[in-house]
């Protein structure tokens, strides 16, 4: 999706990271084919050993996927994951609130339309040079 790729590029101009894939696949069992099990992370990026994940939303931000992307990041990222939604509507305070217990970061519209995303993200990993 076009927001897929927006936050992709946010993650090339961030300058932060050593490696960002977008629609990462990954398989919860060993079985190829229909028995499969797969998620798929929109975005994904590292800074050395500290994985992002990233899960794109065109709608309101639901419980459902913040539950998903949090078993996600602890599952397949370890310790010092993160994690962050993205979503072209507002954020609602129970879903900020729902985020904020998981531990993941929202950006919604308005942080968007305020092209600052890449900033967010340098924020989201905690890099000192995070300056506006």
């Keep these: 999706s076009v927001l897929e790729l927006y936050v ?14 977008s629609s990462a ?6 079985v190829l084919g229909h028995g499969s099990i797969i998620n798929e992370i929109d975005v994904m990026a590292t800074r050395g050993v500290v994985p ?3 899960s794109c939303k065109v709608s309101d931000i639901k419980t459902e996927a913040l539950n998903e992307l949090a078993i996600l990041r602890d ?3 370890g310790k010092g994951a993160k994690a962050a939604i993205v979503s072209t509507g507002r954020c609602n ?3 900020r609130h729902r985020a904020a ?16 995303l890449a900033y967010r993200l340098k924020v989201i990993m905690k890099v000192e040079e995070a300056a506006p």
């Design 93 to 95: 305070a129970a879903a």
């Design 25 to 30: 696949v990954v398989r919860w069992n060993d």
């Design 75 to 77: 599952r397949f990222g």
């Design 101 to 116: 217990q998981l531990g993941i970061a929202v950006i919604d519209r308005d942080e968007l339309e305020s092209g600052k």
């Design 8 to 21: 992709y590029k946010a993650c090339l101009d961030a300058d932060i990271f050593n490696d960002i894939i």
């Design 52 to 54: 992002l994940f990233i």
